[in-house]
């Protein structure tokens, strides 16, 4: 089974900045198959990227994807208020579980 | 629009019985995997099973072998989650998610709660 960590556990910053996130699989992850989701208190997730780095349909701009093998990392280029949310990796590349990071949480400095 | 609706989940004793439903709509249900996910109360997500189109492939994480069963009616547009001898550690809210691994479209999820 593919461990993911995510860094860091929280991310404080303001609306304007840029945010980066780590996600580290304790294996390569096969064919770069890594999502990231969004989620917010009391809603279900939202798919942001899939195959590391493709954006899911709607996804604004500012998110992007990038990595493989072991390291990829979320880049939300400048915060809007709406962005402040918990976000999760997710690897699917091996035979199942697919295994997820354990979050990190962007909130308002 | 797609939708999907979870339902049945509750309050239920330790090593009693849930049948978790997840009503679809919007789309072709018969042409997509679905899968299951859960989270506990303020903890991460949890991939927990998924099933084929046709039913011929099931699989799921080794925490719940042997106790959940996966179906699913394609006549009816509809995903079950058998939850036999339910533990603790499965207290959760549960969502039904279109796919075979990652997911675009999720329910809101049904909660769960195993306690004496």
């Known amino acids: 089974e593919i461990v993911l960590t995510q860094s860091p556990g929280t991310l404080s910053l303001s609306p304007g900045e840029r945010a980066t996130l780590s996600c580290r699989a304790s294996q390569s992850v096969t064919s770069s198959y890594l999502a990231w989701y969004q989620q917010k208190p009391g809603q279900a997730p939202r798919l942001l990227i899939y195959g590391a780095s493709n954006r899911a349909t709607g996804i604004p701009d500012r998110f992007s994807g990038s990595g493989s093998g072991t390291d990829f990392t979320l880049t939300i280029s400048r915060l809007e208020p709406e962005d402040f949310a918990v976000y999760y990796c997710q690897q699917y590349g091996s035979s199942p579980p697919y295994t997820f990071g354990p979050g990190t949480k962007v909130d308002i400095k | 629009d797609v939708q999907l609706v979870e339902s049945g989940g509750g309050l239920v004793q330790p090593g009693g019985s849930l049948r978790l439903s997840c009503a679809a709509s919007g789309f072709t249900f018969g042409n997509y995997w679905m899968n299951w996910f859960r989270q506990a109360p303020g903890k991460g997500l949890e991939w927990v099973a998924n099933?084929?189109?046709?039913?011929?492939?099931?699989h799921s994480v080794d925490s719940v072998k042997g106790r959940f069963t996966l179906s699913r009616d394609n006549a009816k547009n509809s995903l079950y989650l058998q939850m036999n001898s339910l533990r603790a550690e499965d207290t959760a809210v549960y969502y039904c998610?279109?796919?075979?691994?990652?997911?675009?479209?999720w329910g809101q999820g049904t909660l769960v709660i195993v306690s004496s």
């Open positions: 099933i084929k189109q046709d039913a011929s492939e099931k």
């Open positions: 998610a279109r796919g075979e691994t990652y997911s675009r479209y």
